[in-house]
T-cell receptor, first 113, second 111 residues
Framework: NAGVTQTPKFQVLKTGQSMTLQCAQDMNHEYMSWYRQDPGMGLRLIHYSVGAGITDQGEVPNGYNVSRSTTEDFPLRLLSAAPSQTSVYFC????????????FGPGTRLTVT | RKEVEQDPGPFNVPEGATVAFNCTYSNSASQSFFWYRQDCRKEPKLLMSVYSSGNEDGRFTAQLNRASQYISLLIRDSKLSDSATYLCVVNVPGGSYIPTFGRGTSLIVHP
């Protein structure tokens, strides 16, 4: 199986543009999440989902929307891109149950000019 | 105070050295603890889970101290290939248990 996949790998946006970062997993994991990683800041949770139809906000949700219509997919939407959203975005998934590790996608490097 | 704190380093050690990292967490109700490794510009990958009794995987040993609210990672006989950032992850209560990352500790192993 492919694990966690993310597209695109790289993206450049202009301020005010919108776009969707795609994330998919083929491991039937219930829990999925989106993080952003900035230099010196570690990984910060944007949104997460504990199952299809259920989403919740993380530490830094402003400017982002998510939906979870299927177990496999968890897209992240940037509503109106701002330079402060320049970052590396990682999607992750894990089985339900807190003792399990998370599996990460390869990341999307986003630059907003 | 951040929920999960790590010394960012860098820890600069020669090959063959033993090095230890600590990670403190603020919520005593936290459950499940992990160490991840992240290579430059790549995704984090699980290095090892941390169990209450402590656990070892080859050159790596992880410990949990619930009383003092920290976890540790010990690397023995460091290799050049151990150079990476080591991320501490704690599942923090809040609706669902949320995996919360420390900022990472940078390790550089030199010849």
């Amino acid at each position: 199986n492919a694990g966690v996949t993310q597209t695109p790998k790289f993206q450049v946006l202009k301020t005010g543009q919108s776009m969707t970062l795609q994330c998919a997993q083929d491991m039937n994991h219930e829990y999925m999440s989106w993080y952003r990683q900035d230099p010196g800041m570690g990984l910060r949770l944007i949104h997460y989902s504990v199952g299809a139809g259920i989403t919740d906000q993380g530490e830094v949700p402003n400017g982002y929307n998510v939906s979870r219509s299927t177990t496999e997919d968890f897209p992240l939407r940037l509503l109106s891109a701002a330079p402060s959203q320049t970052s590396v975005y990682f999607c992750a998934s894990r089985p339900s149950g807190i003792s399990y590790e998370q599996y990460f996608g390869p990341g999307t490097r986003l630059t907003v000019t | 105070r951040k929920e999960v704190e790590q010394d960012p380093g860098p820890f600069n050690v020669p090959e063959g050295a033993t090095v230890a990292f600590n990670c403190t967490y603020s919520n005593s109700a936290s459950q499940s603890f992990f160490w991840y490794r992240q290579d430059c510009r790549k995704e984090p990958k699980l290095l090892m889970s941390v169990y209450s009794s402590g656990n070892e995987d080859g050159r790596f040993t992880a410990q949990l101290n619930r009383a003092s609210q920290y976890i540790s990672l010990l690397i023995r006989d460091s290799k050049l290939s151990d150079s990476a950032t080591y991320l501490c992850v704690v599942n923090v209560p809040g609706g669902s248990y949320i995996p919360t990352f420390g900022r990472g500790t940078s390790l550089i192993v030199h010849p």
